[in-house]
């Protein structure tokens, strides 16, 4: 019995572990897809402005490129809510938003404004890995 109960602790170990280090690189797989795209829409629109003629299709280039750069932030945020909770400044309470809740609140960098369920105040969360 006793030697069921630590092969047992030892799974759960093991499977936290593992948990964790999938978190990590779903996090920074979010990063780098934000890297890319950010850096694919600069590159875009300055191509735009000094390769195309001004005009309608200059127009159309620009929308599409902000379009395709849209896409992939919204794939990005889907990430950064599936890993991790943030942390509440006021009562250290640990929120996992909703998607449409992520999408609408305010953020900088890794911290958003968030209205803790627990204290029932908005304050900026800091993101934390751990839930």
Known sequence: MENNNQKNEQILLEMAKELD???KIIWSSMWVIMTVCITALIAGLFVTAFLIPEGVWQLVAILSICVA?????????????????????????????TYSEALRAMHRGTTRYLKCPKCEKRTWCKKVLKK
Do not use: D
């Open 69 to 97: 750069f849209l896409m992939p932030c919204f794939y990005a945020l889907k990430l950064e809510v599936s890993v991790g909770a943030y942390k509440c400044k006021n009562c250290g309470h640990e929120i996992v938003p």
């Open 21 to 23: 280090e999938k978190n």
